[in-house]
């Protein structure tokens, strides 16, 4: 699964290669994938607890965090993703949880945080608040409404 949607961020990012037919088919599939991540993103929650960084669930809710904020970088799925019940207020509710993750326990979701000596460590979680931040924003983008919710 980590797999297929990084092969889908490639293509998302990719604005010049996107045909309309290719579009209309992000766009049906946006609300699949902003379902998912609604259904999983307590999963990244879990990895502050656990020792293994190795979650499947969570490393595919990272990633599908990656697709959406791309998606919603592109004015045609903005637009559909702005009005998905719910999304806005799965990722400000994610933000907020990750963020008292972060005080209570050790902040794997911050790169300042995530540095020890002279290593880096390299968490799959680094950058997720910062994913989330984007996906807001993005959700946010001249759209009263939304803006008005955050």
């Given at each position: 699964r980590?797999t297929l949607?990084?092969?889908l961020?490639?293509k998302?990012?990719?604005?010049?290669?996107v045909?309309s037919e290719?579009m209309?088919?992000?766009?049906?599939?946006a609300?699949?994938l902003?379902?998912?991540?609604?259904?999983?993103?307590g999963a990244?929650?879990?990895l502050?607890a656990a020792?293994?960084?190795e979650d499947?669930?969570a490393l595919?809710?990272?990633?599908?965090?990656?697709?959406?904020?791309e998606?919603t970088?592109n004015?045609?799925?903005l637009q559909?993703?702005q009005?998905?019940?719910?999304l806005l207020e799965?990722a400000?509710d994610?933000?907020r949880?990750?963020?008292?993750a972060?005080?209570?326990a050790?902040?794997i979701?911050?790169a300042?945080h995530a540095?020890?000596?002279?290593?880096?460590i390299?968490?799959?979680?680094?950058?997720?608040?910062?994913?989330?931040?984007r996906?807001?924003?993005n959700?946010c983008?001249?759209?009263?409404e939304?803006?008005d919710?955050?």
């Amino acid at each position: 699964r980590v797999t297929l949607l990084e092969l889908l961020m490639v293509k998302v990012s990719d604005k010049n290669s996107v045909t309309s037919e290719e579009m209309n088919v992000f766009v049906g599939h946006a609300d699949f994938l902003a379902g998912c991540f609604q259904e999983q993103c307590g999963a990244v929650l879990k990895l502050t607890a656990a020792a293994d960084t190795e979650d499947e669930e969570a490393l595919v809710t990272i990633r599908l965090l990656d697709v959406l904020c791309e998606m919603t970088s592109n004015n045609e799925q903005l637009q559909h993703l702005q009005a998905f019940p719910g999304l806005l207020e799965t990722a400000v509710d994610s933000l907020r949880l990750s963020h008292l993750a972060g005080k209570q326990a050790v902040n794997i979701f911050t790169a300042t945080h995530a540095v020890t000596g002279q290593e880096e460590i390299s968490h799959p979680a680094v950058g997720f608040k910062s994913h989330l931040i984007r996906l807001i924003g993005n959700l946010c983008y001249k759209n009263k409404e939304n803006q008005d919710k955050v």
